[in-house]
């Protein structure tokens, strides 16, 4: 049996947060001094190696596990099932639900029973759960998704990335400017293998000396005196992993499945950086020894910013659905996912549409 994405959904939150607004955060450096530069100077920086000119916050009232509910709805309608038939829901998240304002992050009930719930399935046979792989969660949720419909354990299966970072960031730290908001959601089902589908993937975790290069701490202002952690993370060093580590991964998964380089039509990247995006994908060709032609990275990261395991599952569906300009995916083509993040973990997905 294949397995193919037969419903496609995301959920883009409302609030608009424009690089202006962090014109009045006060900056600090991780060993608590504050930095030299205007503010004006440390975005226009950061918009230049990032990409960045807004990102998306959901709303006060709004948790991880409604967005993540509403992508499924649409990906569900898109599939044209019955939620009934679903043997799994899968949630790839990091942080559950924190509320506004709040301290603590819940987990309990994970998201996937809490989706389940505001989807209103009865099935009990129908497996909720959570996965928590870094930003690479959702493409590690589809690999988890094929594993079962290759096994013969399932034939639908809701695969949703879904995350809040705007809960979770520290306001006087810089990277505090790439976080965002949302959520997107696939339904993968069993069918007969016609050369279509999944045709290879590939993960790996890194966790020697890369496992704390992303991690949760304290403010980067020192005379801030809560309880609160915040994420955080050493953006050189996984920067310089990201180049020596993606790209073969990349080659890897793209060699097992026997398609050529010249037959991949897009790649559908994590949004982590934009800079560290086009180095990847540059060093991928390279491996090929050939240049990246133009337009097999579709982006959203400008607008959308770092929605970690939400990403790539949105920016495909964005692309599926024609609402991303110059790109577009038609039947027979073959794309990649791939991802990287905390753990340090990388994968990859070639699927042939």
């Not at 046979?125 to 792989?133: K, L, P, T």
């Not at 990277?175 to 908001?181: A, W």
């Not at 993370?233 to 380089?261: Q, T």
């Not at 090929?288 to 032609?293: E, K, N, S, T, V």
């Amino acid at each position: 049996m294949g397995t193919k994405i037969i419903g496609v959904g995301s959920y883009i939150p409302t609030g608009v947060a424009p690089n202006n607004q962090f014109e009045q955060h006060s900056f600090y450096t991780e060993d608590g001094s504050r930095f030299d530069h205007e503010n004006s100077v440390i975005i226009e920086k950061f918009k230049a190696i990032t990409g960045i000119s807004e990102r998306r916050y959901i709303k006060d009232e709004l948790n991880t596990s409604d967005i993540a509910f509403y992508a499924a709805e649409k990906a569900i309608a898109d599939a044209q099932i019955d939620p009934e038939t679903l043997d799994y829901i899968i949630v790839a998240n990091n942080y559950g639900d924190v509320k506004h304002n709040s301290q603590q992050s819940d987990t309990v009930p994970s998201l996937g029973s809490r989706v389940k719930h505001l989807l209103k399935i009865k099935n009990p046979n129908c497996v909720a759960y959570d996965i928590m792989f870094g930003c690479p969660g959702w493409v590690e949720g589809m690999i988890t998704a094929h594993a079962y419909i290759k096994s013969g354990m399932a034939k639908n299966c809701l695969v949703i990335g879904a995350e809040a970072l705007s809960r979770v960031v520290d306001q006087h730290d810089r990277d505090s400017m790439i976080y965002s908001d949302g959520a997107g959601a696939m339904v993968v089902s069993a069918s007969e293998d016609d050369g279509s589908g999944i045709l290879s993937h590939k993960s790996a975790t890194f966790s020697l000396d890369e496992a704390h290069f992303i991690y949760f701490g304290e403010s980067n202002n020192q005379e801030v005196n809560d309880a609160r952690r915040y994420i955080k993370m050493y953006g050189r060093k996984i920067y310089n992993f990201a180049l020596s580590n993606v790209p073969e991964a990349m080659k890897s998964c793209l060699d097992e499945s026997g398609v050529g380089i010249s037959e991949l039509k897009k790649i559908f990247i994590h949004q982590a950086n934009e800079k560290m995006d086009e180095a990847i994908i540059k060093r991928f060709y390279k491996l090929y020894g050939m240049d990246a032609p133009d337009g097999v990275m579709p982006m959203t990261i400008n607008k959308l910013g770092n929605s970690s395991v939400a990403t790539v599952p949105t920016l495909y569906d964005l692309v599926r659905n024609n609402q991303l300009e110059g790109h577009r995916i038609d039947k027979g083509d073959v794309v990649m996912f791939a991802s990287v993040g905390a753990g340090m973990n990388i994968n990859a997905i070639v699927y042939k549409v």
